[in-house]
């Protein structure tokens, strides 16, 4: 059981495989803080890859909330699960299929956060839009600068406000034979926003 509801759970503490990627603890630091989340909200975690956003947020949103972690992969949908029970989160609900699709059957949410859906990206936000509440947050993770660039043009004629893109490059560090070097990570764009 994890003891620590302050996000950024060290990655080794979730389960992994070499198929399904995960979003690095520092950047999932960022997604969840600048997703403000609350007890009690409905959180849509699209793309959940290894459930490592869901855990998070399901931690966040307390027992009175819930998640919705939606993968179009068998892996991903597998490792989540795993997760879940490692944690031992009974808040969090799995769904397995196209975001695209799914998202039109969920109840609507107070948060959504997106990573790594690459060309699915832009649709995935432009059906957020009527999903989410009034005053929801949106939070997108993007690596493709052709994923920012649609993502940005369709956010711009969306009923969204205060879109704050930050863009982090993470570097880590390994010790050498000489010292300690510090080796840089691929950027990460972060865009928030408010629903209207
Ligand atoms: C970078 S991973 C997400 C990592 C995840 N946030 C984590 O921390 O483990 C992106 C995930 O999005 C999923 N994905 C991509 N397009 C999708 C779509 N249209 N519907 C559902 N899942 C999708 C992929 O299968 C993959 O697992």
Not at 57 to 76: M, P, R, Y
Not at 82 to 92: A, H, P, R
Request: contains cysteine; charged residues 25%; proline residues 3%.
């Amino acid at each position: 059981m994890w003891d620590f509801k302050t996000p950024g759970i060290p990655d080794e503490n979730f389960e992994r495989t070499e198929k399904v990627p995960i979003t690095k603890e520092e950047v999932r630091t960022i997604q969840i803080s600048k997703a403000r989340l609350k007890p009690g909200q409905t959180v849509y975690d699209i793309g959940c890859g290894s459930g490592s956003i869901s855990v998070e947020a399901g931690l966040q949103v307390e027992s009175s909330g819930k998640v919705l972690a939606i993968d179009h992969d068998e892996n991903a949908i597998e490792l989540t699960k795993k997760n879940i029970q490692k944690f031992g989160l009974s808040n969090i609900s799995v769904i397995f299929g196209d975001a695209k699709e799914k998202i039109q059957d969920l109840e609507p949410a107070d948060v959504i956060i997106i990573g790594g859906t690459g060309g699915d990206t832009r649709d995935i936000v432009e059906l957020s839009e009527n999903k989410l509440k009034s005053g929801g947050r949106i939070v997108i993770g993007i690596i493709l600068i052709e994923t920012l660039y649609s993502v940005l043009q369709i956010l711009d004629k969306l009923q969204f406000k205060s879109i704050d893109i930050t863009q982090v490059t993470i570097s880590k560090s390994r010790k050498t034979t000489t010292g300690t070097m510090m080796l840089a990570r691929n950027p990460v764009t972060i865009i928030s926003a408010t629903r209207v």
